[in-house]
């Protein structure tokens, strides 16, 4: 069982990214799927997550996503995705895909999420 997170990168304010989280050994699509980052000196914090296809698949975005990242799934590829616009400087982090079966309660904290892929870095120049 084996989640890889790729797709990061340099880019300039107001540039765009897709993140891509890959699964293999497991279906992901069974799965709630989140995204998380983590910037040097603070702490990791939930970005969005995209509920499994048995709970509807539902999406969700933290405030400082909403409108610029969407998340969304292939399940033929069995991989989700995580589509970044209008990127600033403050988006700079290691992003991190985890997947589990979060509930509503869950979807920002780890306690939600049994594996975790190993982080792609995201660097936004101002």
């Known amino acids: 069982v084996q989640l890889q997170a790729s797709g990061g990168g340099l880019v300039e304010a107001g540039g765009s990214l897709r993140l891509s989280c890959a699964a293999s050994?497991?279906?992901?699509?069974?799965?709630?799927i989140g995204w998380f980052r983590q910037a040097p000196g603070k702490e990791r914090e939930g970005v969005s997550c995209?509920?499994?296809?048995?709970?509807?698949?539902?999406?969700y975005y933290a405030d400082s996503a909403k409108g610029r990242f969407t998340i969304s799934r292939d399940n033929a590829k069995n991989t989700v995705y995580l589509h970044m616009n209008s990127l600033e400087p403050e988006d700079t982090a290691v992003y991190f895909c985890?997947?589990?079966?979060?509930?509503?309660?869950?979807?920002?904290?780890?306690?939600?999420?049994?594996?975790w892929g190993q982080g792609t870095q995201v660097t936004v120049s101002s």
């Open positions: 985890a997947a589990g079966s979060p509930i509503l309660s869950t979807i920002w904290s780890a306690s939600g999420y049994r594996y």
């Open positions: 050994g497991f279906t992901l699509a069974d799965y709630g």
């Open positions: 995209i509920r499994s296809r048995s709970s509807g698949g539902r999406t």
